[in-house]
């Protein structure tokens, strides 16, 4: 999921006999479950590759408040309201800690917030959806975050340390997050005729958003292989894909929804769903800056960058006097 088009900047998987003895040893580290600290030494494709996939994933996460953001005022009950309040504070902390993590690569915050608003750094696709009911909040939580967890858990098995070990607090957040979603469309399944009809309609168009998510199968990505010699990817796309929807069908099931694909069916063989085919050509076009709310998500987390510059600009002048102050009380 936030590793959709990420570059590894390596044309192939070198094997042992090709790699320095620098290489073979972080090789076999990484071989052996021990995991790279900050301070270690890693290869520059390692360090750019992590750096594109934490900033990336912080980015997906600040970017993917905003389509939540957009029903706070609208929320149809004071309890949900506070429960999706405390759903996108979480987000914007999960991309604190993520942003924290990609700073021990050696590059900065201004520098990974630049390249998002200048359009160089890919955010999750999903996030270019728009929310057009209340019943989208319930599809994000049970479909989106899921997929998330998917994703999410194994990266708790990063051999990268500083992201690995973000992503266990993360995790837990998602996966009450997923469970917040399900709630929300029980109760509306469970509700009038016409609230049905919205998670139906809701589900119709986040499913294959949801399945897109984990990018593409595993013969079409480029990058999958060496990423997942470095471990800094777990498992595969299309591993994932499957497992998301072996869960999630039954869930819809359970809701008394249907799952907008007439391909789907349970295959006794592989002990599997069978589904149908994800439309890539959409896909594509989404991740390249196509997609329905591309350029608004962009525009919104700019405009609100170049908002807040006023309090960036207080906090560090009053850091800076509070130590100027300091300094002088030292010498005094």
């Known amino acids: 999921m936030y590793a959709q088009m990420v570059d590894t900047g390596v044309d192939r998987v070198k094997s042992m006999e090709e790699m320095s003895p620098e290489e073979q040893a972080f090789q076999k580290r990484i071989d052996e479950g021990i995991r790279i600290e900050p301070k270690d030494f890693m290869p520059e494709g390692?360090?750019?590759?992590?750096?594109?996939?934490?900033?990336?994933?912080?980015?997906?996460?600040?970017?993917?408040?905003?389509?939540?953001?957009?029903?706070?005022?609208?929320?149809?009950?004071?309890?949900?309201?506070?429960i999706l309040l405390a759903k996108v504070q979480d987000e914007g902390g999960h991309g604190l800690y993520l942003y924290c993590a990609a700073e021990t690569l050696g590059v900065s915050r201004d520098e990974l917030l630049d390249a998002l608003h200048t359009g160089k750094a890919k955010y999750s696709s999903i996030f270019n959806y728009p929310t057009l009911n209340w019943a989208d909040i319930g599809a994000i939580g049970w479909?989106?975050?899921?997929?998330?967890?998917?994703?999410?858990?194994?990266?708790?098995?990063?051999s990268y340390g500083p992201y690995g070990r973000a992503m266990v607090r993360i995790c837990k957040e998602?996966?009450?997050?997923?469970?917040?979603?399900?709630?929300?469309?029980?109760?509306?399944?469970?509700?009038?005729e016409e609230q049905k009809k919205m998670?139906?309609?809701?589900?119709?168009?986040?499913?294959?958003?949801?399945?897109?998510?984990?990018?593409?199968?595993?013969?079409?990505?480029?990058?999958?292989?060496?990423?997942?010699?470095?471990?800094?990817?777990?498992?595969?796309?299309?591993?994932?894909?499957?497992?998301?929807?072996?869960?999630?069908v039954p869930q819809a099931e359970f809701l008394g929804l249907t799952v907008p694909d007439p391909a789907l069916r349970w295959n006794e063989e592989r002990g599997h769903y069978d589904f149908g085919e994800i439309n890539w050509k959409e896909f594509f076009a989404v991740v390249?800056?196509?997609?329905?709310?591309?350029?608004?998500?962009?525009?919104?987390?700019?405009?609100?960058y170049e908002a807040?510059?006023?309090?960036?600009?207080?906090?560090?002048a009053y850091a800076q006097k509070h130590e100027s102050d300091s300094d002088r009380r030292l010498v005094a």
């Open 199 to 248: 998670a139906q309609d809701a589900l119709n168009r986040w499913w294959w958003p949801s399945l897109m998510m984990f990018g593409p199968h595993d013969d079409q990505s480029a990058h999958s292989a060496q990423s997942m010699q470095w471990k800094i990817k777990i498992e595969s796309n299309d591993s994932l894909r499957q497992r998301f929807v072996d869960q999630t």
């Open 46 to 82: 390692y360090r750019k590759t992590l750096i594109r996939q934490i900033s990336q994933h912080a980015h997906s996460e600040i970017v993917g408040m905003l389509p939540e953001g957009n029903w706070v005022t609208r929320a149809p009950s004071l309890k949900r309201k506070a």
């Open 143 to 158: 479909l989106v975050d899921g997929a998330a967890i998917m994703n999410q858990v194994p990266l708790q098995r990063c």
């Open 174 to 192: 998602e996966s009450f997050h997923q469970r917040q979603g399900y709630d929300l469309l029980l109760a509306m399944c469970r509700g009038t």
């Open 288 to 304: 390249k800056g196509n997609g329905p709310c591309n350029k608004e998500r962009l525009q919104a987390r700019v405009e609100a």
């Open 308 to 316: 807040g510059r006023w309090v960036r600009d207080a906090a560090l």
